[in-house]
């Protein structure tokens, strides 16, 4: 199974907002509503963000935003914060009964 | 607050076995929930590669699953995984985490723990 492909990088000044896509296939982010998308801090634990495409988990501002068309997932940060920069990953079930996940997006806020 | 911490060998020789396990507190490794083991080669991003329920059902990434096995062991709380045959290409941070109750994404992850094999 192929790795999702995801910008190697975003950047963004304080308050603006930015997207990183994540682009699949018919048979992993196409096939089912189920990408989810982790937050990844220096020497940290990922931690989920987003899960089935739009769905915040409790405690997740709404400031995180996440959306599909087709093949491509998205995940929108509005009024972007210092505490955002990070490395983004996304991640889809796929057809097959197993995960896959992008390649790993690295977020600067300048 | 369902906690997870990986631990075992930071150094593997190749052809041997790579085995770390996952300690779960605050949560019963019993429970109706899948536990899964991913990995994170320096400056690549994350890859699953399986998860396996207290009852024994177990899925694997397609690619390792000649190699690997992820037991449960409910009497520790614990779950692990055992990557055979292993090669400088297994050298990794390995995650535990827990399946969502969705089985669709993972809401608790250890700190990882960084394995190199190395001769």
């Known amino acids: 199974q192929s790795a999702l492909t995801q910008p190697a990088s975003v950047s963004g000044s304080p308050g603006q907002s930015i997207t990183i896509s994540c682009t699949g296939t018919?048979?992993?982010?196409?096939?089912?509503?189920?990408v989810s998308w982790y937050q990844q801090h220096p020497g940290k634990a990922p931690k989920l963000m987003i899960y089935d495409v739009s769905y915040r988990p409790s405690g997740i501002s709404n400031r995180f935003y996440g959306s599909k068309s087709g093949n491509t997932a998205s995940l929108t940060i509005s009024g972007l914060q210092v505490g955002d920069e990070a490395d983004y990953h996304c991640s889809s079930y796929t057809s097959s009964g197993n995960w896959v996940f992008g390649g790993g997006t690295k977020l600067a806020v300048l | 607050q369902v906690q997870l911490q990986e631990s075992g060998p930071g150094l593997v020789k190749p052809s041997e076995t790579l085995s770390l396990s996952c300690t779960v507190s605050d949560y019963s490794i019993s429970s109706n929930y899948y536990w899964a083991w991913m990995r994170q080669p320096p400056g690549k991003g994350l890859e699953w590669i399986g998860s396996?329920?207290?009852?024994?059902?177990?899925y694997y990434n397609p690619s390792l699953k000649s190699r690997v096995t992820i037991p449960v062991d409910t009497s520790r709380n614990q779950f692990s995984l055992k990557l055979n045959s292993v090669t400088a290409a297994d050298t990794a941070v390995y995650y535990c985490a827990r399946v969502c109750s969705t089985g669709r994404c993972l809401d608790y992850w250890g700190q990882g723990t960084l394995v190199t094999v190395f001769s």
């Open positions: 396996s329920s207290h009852t024994g059902n177990t």
């Open positions: 018919s048979s992993d982010v196409g096939a089912y509503d189920y």
